[in-house]
């Protein structure tokens, strides 16, 4: 079966600058998951969809951090304004169902965001 | 306290030795245990699951702990390619029925040397 895609891989952006990151999840799978993975740290959940509707958004900064997946399927994550702190890598995954015990995160390759 | 705690080391192990890691964690209503391995710039991989017997896949074990609310994974016979980082993964709070936040730790870091 086809693996989380993501895009891009990189982007480097300075400071203030907007930045989207796309992801494409396994085919059937109905949650999808955005992490930030800080250098040295292990990934920290962004927000969680099940199917179009949003799970858990508690550790998103909601101030500057937004994410959709309006139909269900892919979904975007977008950082406007960047801050220098938001260098890190942003994993996608998915899984069938949101219980992970009967159900593993498959991850995407993550897109490396560093900000100037 | 921190919700999955570990030890980030580096862990450096001569091949074919045996490597333990240990991970605790703040959530005694905790229900699923995993190890995810997670290679040099790449994104993290099922290892195993944590079973409450206990499980074995393999040169790796992982045991379960409820009393003292740890999980450990046990690398038997270290190969060159299990350098990697190990990070403990354990379910958090259940917002909604049947949908569960997985902590990540921040990960054990293992070099096997030649």
């Known amino acids: 079966e086809a693996g989380v895609a993501q895009s891009p891989r990189y982007k480097i952006i300075e400071k203030r600058q907007s930045v989207a990151f796309w992801c494409n999840p396994i085919?059937?799978?109905?949650?999808l998951y955005w992490y930030q993975q800080i250098l040295g740290q292990g990934p920290k959940l962004l927000i969680q969809?099940?199917?179009?509707?949003?799970?858990?958004d508690s550790q998103l900064p909601k101030d500057r951090f937004s994410a959709e997946r309006l139909k269900g399927v892919d979904s975007t994550l977008k950082i406007q304004p960047a801050k220098l702190e938001d260098s890190a890598v942003y994993l996608c995954?998915?899984?069938?169902?949101?219980?992970?015990?009967?159900?593993?995160?498959?991850f995407g390759n993550g897109t490396r965001l560093t900000v100037t | 306290r921190k919700e999955v705690e570990q030890d980030p080391g580096p862990f450096n192990v001569p091949e074919g030795a045996t490597v333990a890691f240990n991970c605790t964690y703040s959530?005694?209503?905790?229900?699923?245990f995993f190890w995810y391995r997670q290679d040099c710039r790449k994104e993290p991989k099922l290892l195993m699951s944590?079973?409450?017997s206990g499980n074995e896949d393999g040169r790796f074990t992982a045991q379960l702990n409820r009393a003292s609310q740890y999980i450990s994974l046990l690398i038997r016979d270290s190969k060159l390619s299990d350098s990697a980082t190990y990070l403990c993964?354990?379910?958090?709070?259940?917002?909604?029925?049947?949908?569960?936040?997985?902590?990540f730790g921040t990960g054990t870091r293992l070099t096997i040397i030649p």
């Open positions: 995954a998915s899984s069938r169902n949101g219980a992970p015990s009967n159900s593993p995160l498959h």
């Open positions: 085919s059937g799978h109905a949650t």
């Open positions: 969809f099940q199917n179009n509707g949003v799970v858990d």
């Open positions: 959530n005694s209503a905790s229900q699923s």
């Open positions: 944590v079973y409450s």
């Open positions: 993964v354990v379910n958090g709070e259940t917002p909604n029925f049947g949908n569960e936040k997985l902590t």
